[in-house]
T-cell receptor, first 112, second 115 residues
Framework: NAGVMQNPRHLVRRRGQEARLRCSPM?????VYWYRQLPEEGLKFMVY????????ESGMPKERFSAEFPKEGPSILRIQQVVRGDSAAYFC??????????FGPGTRLTVT | GESVGLHLPTLSVQEGDNSIINCAYS??????FIWYKQESGKGPQFIID?????DKRQGQRVTVLLNKTVKHLSLQIAATQPGDSAVYFC??????????????FGTGTRLQVTL
C-alpha cells in the first residue's frame, strides 16, 4: 500500500512564476491536508479538503494561494506569482474519514 | 490564541540513555495529542498518540505521558539509539466540523544522540 505521494520533491521557481504542488493521498483516504514548514519551525496548517470540497482554508494566505482536490486525480496546491517568502517545505497529509493523518515526503520550494 | 509549544529546542543524549522530550499545550479542550518524528529532508512520521482520557500510553521503546492538570505532554524514549536523532514535534488535534481534524504543531525539539 503506497503512502502519500508528493511531486515534485524539489521545485525551483523565479519570482513571479507559478508553482504547482501535487499530492496523491493514500489509497482509501478521502481527506487531504496541506501544511507549510519554514526552516527550523513546526508545520503550519494551510488547508483541509475532501473530494471537490474545501472544508477549512483558515491557514491559507488570502492572495496568490489556492488548493483543489478534484474528483479524479491528485490534490493541487497552487501558488501564483511566487515571492521569496514562499520558499518553504510544503507537506501534504491524508486521512480516512476518522483517523490520524499520514504525511508525504514534502515538496521543497525554492524561489530565486 | 491557542498554541502548542516545547520547552527545549535541542536535547543531547548519550547512546543508551533515556530521552525525555516535553511539550506544553494551552487549549484545555484538546482531547487528542500526537508525537511525530521528522528526519532531515523527510515528512513527519507518527510515533505515538494519546487521548485525554488516558495519562500514559506505551509503545515500542516510547512512552507518552499526559498531565492534564498542568497541560503538559512528554515523550520518553528508552535506550536512545543513533537512529533516534531527529526533530520531534508534539501536535494537538483541533476540532473541525465533521470527524477529521487539522493538527496544530509545536515548534519542535531536536534530539542529538552522541556515541
Amino acid at each position: 500500500n503506497a503512502g502519500v505521494m508528493q511531486n515534485p520533491r524539489h521545485l525551483v521557481r523565479r519570482r513571479g512564476q507559478e508553482a504547482r504542488l501535487r499530492c496523491s493521498p493514500m489509497k482509501g483516504h478521502s481527506h487531504v491536508y496541506w501544511y507549510r514548514q519554514l526552516p527550523e519551525e513546526g508545520l503550519k496548517f494551510m488547508v483541509y479538503l475532501q473530494k471537490e470540497n474545501i472544508i477549512d482554508e483558515s491557514g491559507m494566505p488570502k492572495e496568490r494561494f489556492s488548493a483543489e482536490f478534484p474528483k479524479e486525480g491528485p490534490s493541487i496546491l497552487r501558488i501564483q506569482q511566487v515571492v521569496r517568502g514562499d520558499s518553504a517545505a510544503y507537506f501534504c497529509a491524508s486521512s480516512p474519514a476518522s483517523g490520524r493523518e499520514y504525511f508525504g515526503p514534502g515538496t521543497r520550494l525554492t524561489v530565486t | 490564541g491557542e498554541s502548542v509549544g516545547l520547552h527545549l529546542p535541542t536535547l543531547s543524549v548519550q547512546e543508551g540513555d533515556n530521552s525525555i522530550i516535553n511539550c506544553a499545550y494551552s487549549n484545555s479542550a484538546s482531547d487528542y495529542f500526537i508525537w511525530y518524528k521528522q528526519e532531515s529532508g523527510k515528512g513527519p512520521q507518527f510515533i505515538i498518540d494519546i487521548r485525554s482520557n488516558m495519562d500514559k500510553r506505551q509503545g515500542q521503546r516510547v512512552t507518552v505521558l499526559l498531565n492534564k492538570t498542568v497541560k503538559h505532554l512528554s515523550l520518553q524514549i528508552a535506550a536512545t539509539q543513533p537512529g533516534d536523532s531527529a526533530v520531534y514535534f508534539c501536535a494537538e488535534e483541533g476540532a473541525l466540523s465533521g470527524t477529521a481534524s487539522k493538527l496544530t504543531f509545536g515548534t519542535g525539539t531536536r534530539l542529538q544522540v552522541t556515541l
